[in-house]
């Protein structure tokens, strides 16, 4: 097997697939042969370890020793190995390092640690706050207060059972009755409203279904990574995709132990970078999963105007209803109070409770004579101010939780005095005070907060609430000011050329909002603002039955970016939008008349009048549109990083949030998905072209390549972005393609190449040499990529 293996220190290109039940490794070995004619050097895996059965996506993993049996067990991930060598192609799979799944009946450590408590070998995987409940782990897993439920919980020999919920009861305690049994035990199932302000484990996010795992401990590093080391060590898998590492103790020292661990395979760590925010460059990664990617190739095709256009647009028609005056940074704050006072409250808690052990017992007088409430205040202040995910030094905290923010969140406190709460918890974020166990644990408690909390206040709230222009509410994004010059992006392209040349970028993905091509379709909004008026107008001349304004916004631009589809996708994605929203409904808090009412205006027509208007508005821009797809797909492909091919997007490919975007993958005949808006077409040959010479010319986008912006002179230069890639290839695409139509057309622009013959990589016989006109250049397609003729 060794002979046939390719040379997996970096990919060229990888493929995305999301391995579930319904596409498992077999399912996956026979779409081989196609991605491997693709063009691409690897396939790029959702978790492949042990999982809650059922389970679409793998994230809640519950055995980390074992390959998930449902996909086909560690033979048929073996298999899938051998198969993919036979074709030429390395594995990359994605791990999940920050939890397992909350469900003790199928997590093995989870169940020991239950029964055995907080002496079980494996207590030290969990992190569980054990004295913060007595010393019982609290289980929100009950329907309503245990008085209520109290009839429907039963042992059962050595098993203590609740509908289908199983947990194990602590030895020779079956036969007491159910209040001194469930006293007995080393855990306590409770109500599952009181996770919100009671839980004493840390979960992902908001989610009480997956508690955190300490990986900072090396034993459970080893015991929770030994199959992934195998598999890497044995050649099944080439590289590793880091699944959320913001949630762990120290990130950068995980990824030094997993970089050790793993003799420096190729990862990427799935970090959101926020505006300006550069990776550390002390993490042993070749990058990020390429958020930063998807939003600078996305900001090229917006039209900074027609955005602020459409933002004011929007403010008339649907923010005096909801979030009271649609500013970004506005609504990112109040969506990170809400956030932060209730689904994480119960984290504020802990947070606070460990500041407050702190300053109690510290030998420094400025510490002391802090009240809870005061250092409450003063976290919640500072953590709500943040403009990244978190700090990872006390260095970096300084900048992180800034003296401005500081400033800030003294005015929070009616009297002076104690605001000083303030400065003490800044300071002790800053290592002032010392450097012991409890001043890191209060560091690390505030940093895993504060991701927590960045992730659930922009990305599921605040992202559902600002909503002038859908496709800018994307993950890594910035909505308040989406747009991308040529200059940034080039400059952008440069540094991560320099400094992370084998970095991972993305378009689509499995968390994306919305796939790329809805959100290029989006994207045309932005050169006719005026039009998209005349859509909303139709809300107040149709009498439709309309929700709300935010909402059915939202839904009509919905209906724009998806184009014809099942009704039911689009209700699906707008129930998960007023509820994720959380304005008049919510997870926890349904308001069924309301979405009844949402459910009422999709069906109707769908979203009524100004949905058939939005539609119609769809077919008249569908050239650039196009030109838009094309666009991003080339650009992506050609320009610094590995780009990842989310299933299916190598044909037009039209999804919506998840799970819509996680649906099994169908390679037929053809060669695609299908079925997602599209026969492939154009799209599929860009793909095609750039894979192909992406394998075929590796040493021209690797990390000894060069990026050089290439301009365009003329009347229409800015809406040609050219670059260079080692003075090989050029990839060259038409931006804001409707306001150049609008302006009359490329005219006489020009692009000087650079010296030398360049044939048409897609169009055989088709060559240009020095000065080009842009017009001829476009003659058939928005998009041209050329590769130099050898002299």
Not at 499 to 518: E, I, M, N, Q
Not at 615 to 638: C, D, M, S
Not at 731 to 749: F, K, M, N, Y
């Amino acid at each position: 097997m060794t002979s046939e293996r390719p040379d997996p220190a970096v990919p060229t290109a990888t493929y995305r697939l999301q391995l579930q039940p319904d596409f498992p490794f077999q399912a996956a070995a026979e779409a081989v042969p196609y991605l491997a004619e693709l063009g691409v050097s690897h396939l790029h895996l959702s978790p492949v370890l042990e999982a809650v059965p059922g389970s679409a996506h793998g994230y809640d993993v519950v055995d980390p020793t074992r390959v998930r049996e449902e996909l086909g067990g560690e033979e048929g991930l073996r298999e899938l190995s051998r198969t993919a060598r036979r074709h030429g192609l390395g594995l990359v799979v994605d791990v999940v390092p920050n939890h397992m799944a909350m469900s003790p009946r199928h997590n093995p450590a989870l169940w020991e640690v239950l029964r055995d408590g907080p002496s079980s070998r494996r207590a030290r995987w969990f992190d569980i706050d054990w004295e913060a409940q007595g010393g019982q782990v609290l289980l929100p897993v009950l329907g309503g207060p245990l008085g209520e439920e109290a009839g429907r919980l039963k042992a059962d020999g050595d098993v203590l059972r609740y509908y289908d919920h199983a947990f194990p009861l602590r030895e020779g305690t079956a036969s007491l009755p159910l209040p001194q049994l469930l006293d007995a035990q080393w855990y306590r199932p409770v109500w599952w409203r009181l996770a919100r302000t009671e839980l004493n484990y840390r979960r992902f996010f908001s989610i009480s279904e997956l508690i955190g795992v300490r990986v900072e401990d090396p034993e459970v590093f080893e015991a929770t990574h030994a199959k992934i080391l195998e598999l890497l060590h044995e050649g099944v898998v080439d590289g590793l995709r880091v699944d959320h590492p913001d949630g762990l103790a120290d990130p950068g020292a995980y990824l030094r132990r997993l970089h050790e661990a793993t003799d420096g395979r190729w990862t990427v760590v799935e970090k959101i970078l926020a505006d300006g925010e550069a990776l550390p460059s002390s993490w042993p990664v070749a990058g990020t999963t390429g958020y930063d990617a998807l939003r600078h190739v996305d900001g090229l095709f917006l039209d900074p105007g027609g955005f602020e256009e459409l933002a004011d647009r929007y403010r008339a028609h649907a923010a005096p209803q909801t979030d009271r005056g649609g500013d970004w940074d506005a609504t990112v704050r109040r969506a990170a109070y809400k956030v932060l006072t209730h689904e994480l409250a119960t984290e504020l808690d802990r947070l606070t409770r460990v500041a407050g052990q702190l300053c109690a017992t510290a030998p420094e007088t400025a510490l002391r004579d802090r009240a809870p409430w005061a250092l409450r205040t003063a976290l919640t202040e500072l953590l709500v101010r943040l403009k990244v995910y978190r700090p990872y030094s006390p260095e970096d905290a300084a900048t992180v939780v800034s003296e401005e923010a500081a400033a800030e969140a003294r005015r929070a406190f009616a009297v002076p005095e104690e605001a000083g709460a303030v400065d003490v918890v800044r300071d002790l974020l800053l290592g002032r005070y010392g450097d012991g166990p409890a001043y890191v644990e209060f560091r690390t408690r505030f940093a895993q907060t504060a991701s927590a909390l960045r992730a659930k206040s922009v990305e599921d709230t605040a992202f559902y609430r600002y909503v002038p222009l859908l496709s800018a509410t994307e993950v890594g994004g910035e909505p308040g000011g989406p747009a991308v010059e040529p200059d940034r992006f080039h400059a952008y392209c440069a540094r991560v050329q320099r400094d992370w040349p084998a970095t991972g970028t993305v378009l689509s993905t499995h968390d994306a909002k919305r796939s790329a091509d809805v959100r290029a379709a989006l994207h045309v909004l932005t050169e006719c603002p005026q039009r998209w008026a005349d859509v909303v107008a139709e809300a107040s001349r149709a009498g439709e039955a309309v929700p709300d304004g935010q909402t059915a916004w939202a839904a009509w631009q919905t209906v724009f970016g998806l184009g014809p589809a099942e009704e039911e996708r689009v209700q699906a994605a707008l129930l998960k939008h007023v509820r994720e929203a959380g304005l008049f409904t919510s997870w926890t808090e349904q308001e069924p008349p309301y979405e009844e009412a949402v459910a009422r205006f999709v069906t109707a027509g769908p979203c009524g009048v100004p949905g058939r208007k939005a539609a119609r508005l769809r077919e008249a821009l569908e050239p650039y549109i196009g030109a838009n797809v094309l666009g991003a797909a080339l650009v992506h492909l050609t320009m610094p990083g590995v780009p990842d091919v989310y299933q299916g997007t190598e044909r037009e490919y039209r999804a919506l949030v998840d799970p819509d975007n996680r649906r099994p993958p169908r390679f037929g005949p053809d060669g695609g998905d299908g079925g997602d808006g599209g026969d492939g077409g154009e799209k599929e040959a860009v793909t095609r072209a750039a894979l192909a010479l992406r394998a075929r010319r590796p040493e021209v986008f690797g990390a000894t390549a060069s990026y050089e912006p290439l301009a365009a002179e003329g009347p229409a230069a800015d809406h040609c972005l050219a670059f260079v890639r080692s003075g090989t290839v050029v990839t060259v695409v038409t931006r804001l393609s409707l306001r150049l139509a609008e302006a009359g057309g490329w005219g006489d622009t020009r692009l000087p190449l650079p010296p030398g013959r360049w044939a048409d990589v897609r169009e055989s016989g088709r060559e240009f040499e020095g000065d080009v006109r842009v017009a001829e250049l476009f003659a058939a397609s928005p998009v041209a990529l050329l590769e130099r003729v050898p002299e």
